[in-house]
């Protein structure tokens, strides 16, 4: 069975870092794209990050780039979303997805099909 288990989230003081892990299970992630997505109360889930399934290509929303590092080790079938100089406005659940696609989609969620539980990320003082 398909899973994805992000874990990482936590609460954070502003300017300060979290790393967030994806970690597959019950399918090899060496032919998957992954993305990282999140959603704040009351907003639409949105686009954080993408890499593709060989991690030579990756994308960034406007709001994260400088900050934000997506990164991924195959071997331990797991992404990583390393995220520096945190602001309240990132506070949201992060999710990970995979996409099974030949090609690089854009870093939209409905591009991608397989989905974890989410992990929370809160940035406040």
């Known amino acids: 069975q398909l899973q994805l288990v992000e874990s990482g989230g936590s609460l954070v003081q502003p300017g300060g870092s979290l790393r967030l892990s994806c970690a597959a299970s019950g399918f090899t992630l060496d032919y998957y794209a992954i993305g990282w997505f999140r959603q704040a109360p009351g907003k639409e889930r949105e686009g954080v990050s993408c890499?593709?399934?060989?991690?030579?290509?990756?994308n960034y929303a406007d709001s994260v780039k400088g900050r934000f590092t997506i990164s991924r080790d195959n071997a331990r079938n797991t992404v990583y979303l390393q995220m520096n100089s945190l602001k309240p406005e990132d506070t949201a659940v992060y999710y990970c997805a995979a996409d099974g696609a030949l090609v690089f989609r854009p870093c939209v969620p409905d591009e991608y099909e397989h989905w974890g539980q989410g992990t929370q990320v809160t940035v406040s003082s």
């Open positions: 890499i593709s399934n060989s991690g030579g290509s990756t």
